[in-house]
C-alpha cells in the first residue's frame, strides 16, 4: 500500500506594509498604506498631500493634526479612486482676512470614504476642486467640522456629486462675517442619491443644509438635471438658524425622524422652485418642529414654506408642530399643485395654503406622551 503526501498551499493575501508620511508636502502612490507618527504643519505653499490619478490608498493620521497655512489645502484628491482618510485633525493654523484654506478638495473622484476626522478653522471642510468636476461615492462618517472661527463658512461644499453619505457627524457653528454665508453643508448643480443621517447641526448658520439647482448658462453654472434624491434621516437641528434645509430646484426629497429645536430661525424647511421646471416632490415624516421666534423681513415665519412649486409636492405625515405665535404657521403653500397633512398634531393648527389641492386630514392638538418620543 503506498502512502501519499497531501501538500497543501496556502495563498495569502499580501499585507501592504506601512509608510510614514514624516514631512509635506508629500504625494501618494497607488496601493499604499500611509500613517502620520507626529504633527505636521506645511510651510510655504500646498497642497500638503497629494493624491493624483492613483488608486486603493489608505491615510490613518493615527490622531495626528495636519495644520496648513491660509489659503492653503491639506489633502488634495484628483482623478483617484477607492479611498480612505481617517482619525485625524486638519487645521488652519491662523486666518487671514480672505482667507481661503481648505482641509480636503475632490476633483473627479470616485469612491471615497473620510471617517473619524476633525475639521478645524479651515474656511471649508471638505470642497469641490472645481466646480464643473464629476465626483461619485463619497463617504463622510463620524466627522466633526469645528469651523467657528470668524472667516469658516462651509462644512461641506460640493456641486456635480452623486452618491453622497454623510452620516454619525456633528456641524458646529460656522463664521460670523457678514456676507460669507455660512452654512453646514452645501450642494448645488446634480446633487444626487445624497443620503445625510443621523448628524446634529448646531449653533448661528445661516444655513444647515443647503440643496440647490442653479441653471445660469454662460456664468458657468450648468445643469442637465435638476438636484434630486436627497434623504436627511434622524437629524437634529438647534441653537438657532435663518434656515434649517433650504431647497432650491430641487426634485424629491424627504425628511424624516428630525427634530427642528432651534427658536431663533424663519424657517425651519423652505422649498422653492428657482428656475428649475422639475422641481418638487417634499415628504416630511415623524419629525418635530418648534416654532422660530427671530425676526423676519417678509413678516411670516413657519415650520415648513413652499414656494411655487410647479410638480406634486408636499406630504406631511406624523410629525407634530408644537407651538405657534404671530406671524408664525406651520405651514405655508403658495402656488403647488398638491399638498397633502395628514395624522400630524398642532397646537395652533396654523397652515395656509394657495394651492390647487391642499388636503388635511386627521389633524388633532398633541399631548405631552406624544412629546416624549423626541
Not at 504643519?41 to 500646498?46: D, H, R, V
Not at 416630511?284 to 415650520?303: K, W
Not at 403658495?334 to 393648527?349: F, N
Amino acid at each position: 500500500m503506498k502512502n501519499y503526501l497531501l501538500i497543501t498551499t496556502l495563498l495569502a493575501t499580501p499585507v501592504v506594509a506601512q509608510i510614514t508620511i514624516d514631512s509635506v508636502p508629500f504625494i501618494a502612490e497607488s496601493h499604499q498604506a500611509y500613517v502620520l507618527e507626529q504633527d505636521l504643519q506645511l510651510e510655504g505653499q500646498g497642497p500638503a498631500i497629494i493624491l493624483e490619478e492613483v488608486v486603493d490608498v489608505t491615510l490613518d493620521f493615527q490622531g495626528h493634526e495636519l495644520v496648513i497655512p491660509d489659503g492653503q489645502v491639506g489633502i488634495a484628491l484628483e482623478h483617484c479612486s477607492d479611498i480612505m482618510i481617517k482619525q485625524g485633525t486638519i487645521r488652519a493654523h491662523a486666518l487671514a482676512e480672505q482667507d481661503e484654506s481648505e482641509a480636503v478638495t475632490l476633483e473627479q473622484v470616485n469612491d471615497v470614504t473620510i471617517e473619524d476626522m476633525l475639521f478645524k478653522d479651515t474656511c471649508c471642510g471638505i470642497s469641490a476642486g472645481n466646480q464643473h468636476s464629476y465626483n461619485t461615492g463619497l463617504t463622510v462618517r463620524r466627522c466633526c467640522f469645528d469651523l467657528t472661527s470668524p472667516l469658516s463658512t462651509r462644512g461641506i461644499v460640493l456641486g456635480n456629486i452623486r452618491g453622497l453619505l454623510v452620516e454619525d457627524s456633528v456641524f458646529l457653528p460656522t463664521g460670523t462675517v457678514l456676507g460669507t454665508q455660512p452654512i453646514g453643508i452645501y450642494l448645488y448643480n446634480n446633487a444626487a442619491q445624497v443620503c445625510i443621517v443621523g448628524c446634529s447641526f448646531r449653533g448661528q448658520y445661516d444655513r444647515s443644509i443647503t440643496v440647490q439647482s442653479i441653471n445660469e448658462p454662460g456664468n458657468g453654472y450648468e445643469y442637465e438635471f435638476p438636484s434630486e434624491e436627497i434623504e436627511i434621516d434622524e437629524c437634529r437641528f438647534s441653537e438657532g438658524h435663518v434656515i434649517d434645509v433650504d431647497l432650491l430646484g430641487v426634485h424629491d426629497v424627504q425628511v424624516t425622524n428630525s427634530v427642528f429645536s432651534q427658536e431663533n430661525g424663519l424657517y425651519h424647511i423652505m422649498h422653492k422652485a428657482g428656475n428649475s421646471p422639475l422641481a418638487g416632490g417634499l415628504q416630511v415624516h415623524t419629525c418635530l418642529f418648534e416654532r422660530g421666534t427671530g425676526y423676519s423681513p417678509f413678516g411670516m415665519r413657519a415650520s415648513i414654506a413652499l414656494e411655487q412649486l410647479p410638480l406634486s409636492t408636499l406630504t406631511v405625515s406624523n410629525s407634530i408642530f408644537p407651538g405657534a405665535s404671530a406671524n408664525y404657521w406651520d405651514l405655508l403653500v403658495d402656488q403647488s399643485r398638491q399638498a397633502l397633512v395628514q395624522e400630524c398634531a398642532s397646537w395652533e393648527q396654523k397652515f395656509s395654503g394657495l394651492g390647487r389641492d391642499f388636503e388635511i386630514k386627521s389633524l388633532f392638538q398633541p399631548s405631552v406622551s406624544q412629546l416624549r418620543w423626541v
